[in-house]
């Protein structure tokens, strides 16, 4: 698949690769003087700290660009009042890299509340207000300002979720692509290293940036369209357009793959048969950014077209009109080979932060110093999730070989190793080199998700070669003990059940956190999530090895409220299944709409779009948008906290539900007047809070008459950009 391609690691390098490594890429004039440089080609400005680590975006840029022959420079976390910290540097000889961060500034400055958020787990001892709001229009302002006519070129994940007109949870509006907020050159999005490289070198060539219109990966902004496309316009909601490829409807997938068993199809090499919606000259024409301003309807349809053309193989170039200019979205990247993964995290990284941090603690780093990253990107879908959005459904995955070096690496390199691996996974841990078994398929394929409904039969679920490797990372030298800390699609590790043994036995700290995200069919249905039939089956299969182990081993389930297609009632059933299971939530959080998820498209416009948009029959979605019941599916998730009893009481009463108010094993929550008591006399107990008066009714249940069972509580920490509740068992 990669023919046509030229690998990243086998460019011509650019002359300046005589300046050689440098040991941190400079952050200062003093630091260029010492390796001898007058300028830099490239300089990056980003919203994180500078650690020199492949977990973090600016790193593995910087390090890539560097490999290239670029002189490379880096102004992480500017001053942003005014121009002259972005100055420091000088002028890039080449372009102004812009990135937010590791994450999106919105999302990492506020809670789903919309509460401005204290600390900031990528700045120096956890400081917040480090960034401003909207980073990436911010930082490209003040360069536009320091030098007029510096290339700016847009990334990181800020950018690449907001690559065409998008709802902005923030502001409550459709906003336009963050290219024309910017007023940048052009936009990389997903994992850009490959139309990175390209534009550095083109542009070293002596090439105008405003002539780079086809570099993959990339959004541009232009006058007019490109000559030779036959362009489709998406906006006929009732007939979006006729045949293409393999589909009667180049927009229906709900029943292109059968999710049967059936005999396995000899591959054979990728055809497409030439047709005016070839992807090669073919581009769709989603809706105007002023029209989808002011129909929801509309809107989901365009979110849903863009989903459906992010195949790299066979998805189609985007044109989006935006006042009098053209938005033109290139195709998706083609993902990296093994071997071009292995030339990336095989950079020269220094693996700790840039020493002018001094001993100040960097949370993000602490938390992945130890990690590995064995693989990228994600075919699960869920649609709460952005992952899939930006590193695309294909998985890039790095060779053995490659990740028991990074072992050692740590091992010899990060100050203060004790000989624990903290992590070996990515965006899932148990998706390493799993994915279609049939190319031709894997190249025509438009489903959002090949884990759901069910697992697609063209997918390789066979996780040997994630087993091998864990037993591989064991024997590293100097490597005492490797944990699984990304999140297990479960899903797929109950169609192994050697994974799921080798995983309990030897990779699992007394707890394992897991994501069923929810109990009820509506809500998990929109998510694209199993049900829970699934969870119990890898429960079960949990337990009995962790058994056959001789350890004492807990799931961890997390949940997530408030998620639209979310009731009041799913999220009732929700806080009973988890009062019946001894489960208490010690941390919540609600729904978080962030940019181009499916979720959000649902959040703003009440409409389904994961099948077909109507304006007349159209599936609404039902969505908590309003504080008050926000409030309460948090609650519900939280029924055990008193500070949530009133609000919960007066939802049961409406809802009709008094019944479970009370002191009653089967209750949720206590008489309004038990809020008085303290919490001796709730539990019926003496002065030194023994449960003596427990009756025979009460004794051993878990309601709030009577003493819990048990006593052990562990809660998890969030990790990445996707949300975790943290659970606890009682």
Not at 101 to 109: K, V
Not at 377 to 386: A, D, E, V
């Amino acid at each position: 698949m990669y023919s046509n391609t030229t690998p990243i690691h086998e460019r011509k390098k650019y002359w300046a690769e005589c300046f050689g490594t440098a040991k941190f890429l400079p952050t200062s004039r003093k630091e260029m003087d010492a390796l001898g440089w007058d300028s830099c080609d490239i300089i990056i400005v980003t919203g994180d700290a500078y650690v020199d680590h492949p977990s973090f975006g600016m790193a593995i840029i910087g390090r890539l660009l560097e490999a290239q022959g670029f002189r490379v420079g880096i102004i992480a976390q500017p001053d942003w009042s005014n121009k002259n910290a972005f100055m420091k540097l000088g002028k890039p000889n080449l372009f102004f890299g812009i990135t937010a961060g590791n994450m999106d500034s919105m999302i990492n400055r506020y809670t789903a509340d919309k509460k401005l958020r204290h600390d900031d787990a990528y700045t120096p001892n956890n400081e917040g207000g480090k960034r401003p709001d909207r980073a990436t229009l911010v930082y490209s302002q003040r360069c536009r300002e320091a030098y007029k006519d510096a290339p700016i070129v847009l990334g990181g994940i800020e950018a690449s979720l907001r690559r065409v007109a998008h709802y902005d949870y923030w502001s409550d509006k459709v906003r336009r692509s963050v290219l024309f907020d910017a007023k940048a050159d052009i936009l990389l999005f997903g994992n850009a290293e490959r139309a990175l490289v390209e534009v550095a070198h083109r542009l070293a060539d002596g090439e105008n940036i405003a002539d780079l219109t086809n570099v993959r990966g990339t959004a541009v902004n232009l006058a007019e369209l490109p000559e030779g496309y036959t362009v489709i316009d998406s906006s006929r909601i009732e007939k979006p357009s006729k045949a293409s490829f393999v589909v009667q409807n180049p927009y229906q997938v709900e029943e292109q793959c059968d999710t049967k068993k059936t005999e396995e199809p000899e591959a054979k090499p990728i055809t497409i048969r030439p047709s005016r919606h070839d992807a090669k000259t073919t581009a769709v024409r989603l809706p105007p950014f002023e029209k989808l301003n002011n129909d929801r309807v509309l809107y989901a349809h365009s979110s849903r077209i863009l989903h459906l053309e992010t195949n790299p193989y066979s998805g189609r170039a985007l044109i989006q009109r935006h006042g009098n200019r053209e938005l033109w979205v290139n195709q998706a990247p083609i993902p990296l080979s093994t071997e071009e993964m292995d030339y990336v995290f095989g950079l020269p990284y220094a693996r700790v932060p840039h020493p002018m941090y001094g001993k100040a603690k960097i949370p993000a780093y602490d938390m992945i110093k130890t990690s590995v990253n064995i693989m990228r990107g994600c075919f699960g879908g869920c649609s709460f999730c952005s992952i899939t959005e930006h590193e695309g459904r294909i998985i890039q995955n790095r060779s053995k070989e490659s990740i028991l070096n990074e072992l050692e690496e740590i091992r010899d390199k990060v100050p203060g190793f004790t000989g624990t691996i903290s992590d070996l996974g990515g965006p899932t841990a148990n998706m390493y080199r799993l994915g279609c078994n049939d190319p031709k398929a894997e190249a025509n394929c438009r489903r959002p998700s090949c884990v759901f409904p069910g697992i697609c039969n063209k997918l390789n679920t066979d996780h040997k070669h994630t087993i091998d490797l864990y037993r591989e990372a064991r024997k590293v030298k100097g490597i005492k003990k490797v944990m699984i800390a990304s999140g297990v699609r479960y899903d797929l590790a109950i169609e192994s059940p050697e994974y799921v043994r080798e995983l309990v036995t030897h990779h699992v700290g007394g707890y394992l956190k897991i994501a069923p995200e929810h109990t009820e069919k509506g809500p998990l249905d929109l998510m694209m999530k199993p049900g829970m039939g699934t969870y119990d089956r890898f429960k079960e299969m949990f337990e009995k090895y962790s058994e056959e182990a001789g350890k004492k081993q807990y799931l961890i389930p997390y949940f997530i409220s408030a998620h639209p297609g979310t009731e009041d009632e799913d999220m009732l059933n929700l806080a009973l299944w988890l009062k019946k299971n001894n489960f208490e939530c010690d941390q919540v959080q609600n729904f978080y709409p962030s940019p181009m998820c499916n979720a959000t498209s649902m959040y703003y416009s009440e409409t389904n779009p994961l099948k077909r948009v109507k304006y007349k029959r159209r599936e609404e979605v039902p969505v908590a948008k309003g504080e008050r019941q926000r409030r309460l599916h948090k609650a519900l998730l939280r029924y055990h906290d008193p500070d949530n009893w009133k609000i919960i009481r007066e939802a049961l009463t409406d809802m009709g539900k008094k019944h479970l108010i009370g002191d009653k094993p089967h209750c949720l929550v206590p008489e309004e007047d038990i809020d008085s008591k303290t919490p001796a006399q709730r539990r019926k107990s003496g002065r030194h809070g023994a449960n003596r008066f427990a009756t025979k009714h009460t004794k051993g249940q878990p309601g709030f008459g009577a003493l819990r069972q048990g006593g052990n509580k562990q809660s998890g920490n969030k990790q990445g950009s996707k949300h975790q509740a943290m659970v606890s068992q009682a």
